[in-house]
T-cell receptor, first 114, second 111 residues
Framework: AQKITQTQPGMFVQEKEAVTLDCTYD???????LFWYKQPSSGEMIFLIY??????QNATEGRYSLNFQKARKSANLVISASQLGDSAMYFC???????????FGQGTTLQVKP | DAEITQSPRHKITETGRQVTLACHQI?????MFWYRQDLGHGLRLIHY???????NKGEVSDGYSVSRSNTEDLPLTLESAASSQTSVYFC??????????FGPGTRLTVL
């Protein structure tokens, strides 16, 4: 069964420190994509980063990087130099078979402390 | 102008009424999707479309329908609203498999 698991309901991080949000996935497909989205308290879903299953390099977008470990089926999000504005809910999602149909995890709430 | 808009942003309706939520994107993306977000469930796919006149059922499609008469719009209709359909609804669109952009969401309450 295709599934995304985010085991950390809530996380705290000190401002300016790095934080890793965990995501594991389950799929039998060889070709798939992994996404991370940020949902601030205002409610919109903001695309952060994408990793394709055949991408050899870990994806990076500014302060966001995706630690992709294919054998472990994990796609952790690393946020470097946390800012107060990073406080939000973060969702990991998978597009299995590259159909555009996203399966979401239940999310991790991140709070950045000043 | 926002690239993908949803209307209304908030809606309160009564059980049994028909409700239509609008989604409009300006990018001419072929792929459009509707999700619902409930506490404890993340987002779940309701319906999706890969182009004009194409519609497909997602994971939680019962009680919902969509139609795609042009590239820009994918309205979501609740045929007979039920309290279990109280949720936040997100529309999304994309043209490549490595992108999917979301609208601002519609908060629907069914009394």
């Amino acid at each position: 069964a295709q599934k995304i698991t985010q085991t950390q309901p809530g996380m705290f991080v000190q401002e300016k420190e790095a934080v890793t949000l965990d995501c594991t996935y389950d799929t039998s497909d060889q070709s798939y994509g992994l996404f991370w989205y940020k949902q601030p308290s205002s409610g919109e879903m903001i695309f952060l980063i994408y990793q394709g299953s055949y991408d050899e390099q870990n994806a990076t977008e500014g302060r966001y990087s995706l630690n992709f470990q294919k054998a472990r089926k994990s796609a952790n999000l690393v946020i470097s130099a946390s800012q107060l504005g990073d406080s939000a809910m973060y969702f990991c999602a998978m597009d299995s078979s590259n159909t555009g149909k996203l399966i979401f995890g239940q999310g991790t709430t991140l709070q950045v402390k000043p | 102008d926002a690239e993908i808009t949803q209307s209304p942003r908030h809606k309160i309706t009564e059980t049994g009424r028909q409700v239509t939520l609008a989604c409009h994107q300006i990018w001419n993306h072929n792929n459009m999707f509707w999700y619902r977000q409930d506490l404890g469930h993340g987002l779940r796919l309701i319906h999706y479309s890969y182009g004009v006149h194409d519609t497909n059922k997602g994971e939680v499609s019962d009680g919902y329908s969509v139609s795609r008469s042009n590239t820009e719009d994918l309205p979501l209709t609740l045929e007979s609203a039920a309290s279990s359909q109280t949720s936040v609804y997100f529309c999304a669109s994309g043209t490549q498999w490595n992108e999917q952009f979301f609208g601002p969401g519609t908060r629907l309450t069914v009394l």
